[in-house]
């Protein structure tokens, strides 16, 4: 009887063990949400990733607009729907801080290290950023060594601070921006402490060039990268009508080879936050049921 008693106990252990594992493959596959700079509308859209099932979210705001009141609500406001902010995003454009690319200027990268412990936060995120007018407009001098040396003047100064308060900085960057491939930013993440890392999103860091070699691009991207990747974030690409630039649509809904993706992000710590985007509030509910599946099939192969 206690032989049995004692296999029955093993037996349930076990089937609780496989379902946590199954719950927790699932739950790692987090949002990006961009809010809104009023509580209103901001609420709203944490609610609907709530509803939608996501619990682990990124979360990046125009900070020009976010006054005080709104950042000392913030981590109450997340708090309320049960989810849990694994990364911060402060998009700072580090080349030329003065160049607004998502409405966050340098100050705002200080702001945000000091409020990413209150909202539970370990990542914040930024652009490598440059000297063009916008996100999507190149300029020559992105692709110079004086855009990386003014990355480092911007960064170097919040290294201190980042480290007292254990947060690890991904920089984020894009075809048009400084640092535009996996090689040009792993010569800047050299340069840098430990707790500076890449945004891993193959979209952004494959060259126009290379397009038709993608899974190519993504392989030596995940082998050039992989030991400082701090965050993942997961969308789709496909080549624009004019040859020249890409259209971003969120996830499935362009031509990245998903299986491959999938085995490169397993291939990365566990505790990496890995975030779809490019998704609207209304369409969280009927991406994450797409997603779902793929995701947790993926990490269980």
Known sequence: MVELLTRRSLLKASGGLLALQKHDASDRLGLNCLLDSNETSARRTLHAARQAGFRRIQVYFDWVHADEAYLHGLPRWVNEEDLQVDVLGAYVNCVAPSILIMGTRAQDLDRAIELAPELGAKRLTAWTGGYGPALMAADARNFTP??????????????????????????????????PDASSLRRLLDRTPHFINAVFDPPNLTPIALYGHRDEVLREMLKTLK??????HWKDFRLARDGQSYDLPGPLGGVMNYSLFLKCVKQLPSDTPIMA??????????FRSKLKPIFVRALAE
């Open 277 to 286: 985007e490019h998704i609207s509030p209304a369409q969280y509910s009927e």
């Open 146 to 179: 004086t855009a990386s040396d003014a990355i480092l003047r911007t960064l170097e100064p919040r290294f201190k601070r980042l480290e007292e308060q254990k947060l690890r900085l991904a920089l984020e960057s894009y075809i048009t921006l400084a640092c």
């Open 227 to 232: 030991d400082r990747v701090g965050v993942v």
